[in-house]
């Protein structure tokens, strides 16, 4: 059965950007980028897994912006990394990356989450971040499951995983692993 998942790397302090909302601190750990060759020991190898299983992508116009910015993709829309439909929640005007299948949204979560699922079919859909767009699925009952990948890194600020209070009697944990210099939490988010 398809699943709406949260599945992202963070500090073990909880933040998912630091205070300039970008992720670099991520890719200077050992393993955190797909270019550093120790990578087969880290978290990305795993991810090529779960993404295969992903049908449709959606994002915060603040994650968007940062991987438009650091992937230069206006100039280079070949290192869009999406291949599936991903939407973008923002209030503002964003340019899309050319050929890539990004749909822009606003408001209720619920509306976008049935589009994503039409779009997905079989297949899982992916809330890349941030934190607070999960909490908004998490708020109208359609996440399904959390992955928080910790890196060895403390940042002291910056994005929060979940700005939600979630209780424990309304988490599950399905697996605790190692992954290189990484250590993977997956939880199952049970019904209210």
């Known amino acids: 059965m398809a699943k709406t998942i949260y599945n992202t790397a963070t500090s073990i ?3 998912i950007a630091d205070s300039d909302n970008s992720l670099q601190w991520l890719f200077d750990v050992e ?3 797909p270019d550093d060759p120790s990578s087969e ?3 990305l190898n795993e991810f090529d897994d779960f993404m295969a299983g992903v049908g449709a992508v959606c994002m915060g116009s603040t994650t968007y912006e940062w991987i438009l910015g650091a992937e230069q993709l206006l100039e280079n829309p070949d290192k ?9 929640f923002t209030s503002r005007d964003l340019p899309a990356v050319p ?5 822009f949204a606003s408001g209720d979560v619920a509306e976008v989450h049935e589009a994503m699922a039409e779009a997905a079919g079989e297949k899982n859909r992916w809330i890349v971040g941030g934190g607070d767009l ?4 998490f708020d109208a009952g359609l996440l399904d499951e959390v992955v928080a990948t910790l890196a060895p890194v403390f940042l002291g600020e910056g994005a929060p995983l979940l700005p939600r209070r979630i209780p424990s009697n309304r988490l599950e944990l399905l697996e605790a692993k190692r992954s290189g210099a990484f250590a993977s939490l997956h939880y199952r988010v049970k019904p209210a």
């Open 80 to 88: 869009w990394a999406y291949p599936q439909p991903t939407w973008v």
């Open 31 to 33: 393993g955190g980028h």
């Open 99 to 103: 050929g890539a299948d990004i749909r």
């Open 41 to 43: 020991e880290g978290p």
């Open 13 to 15: 302090d909880g933040f």
């Open 134 to 137: 999960v909490g908004q699925f």
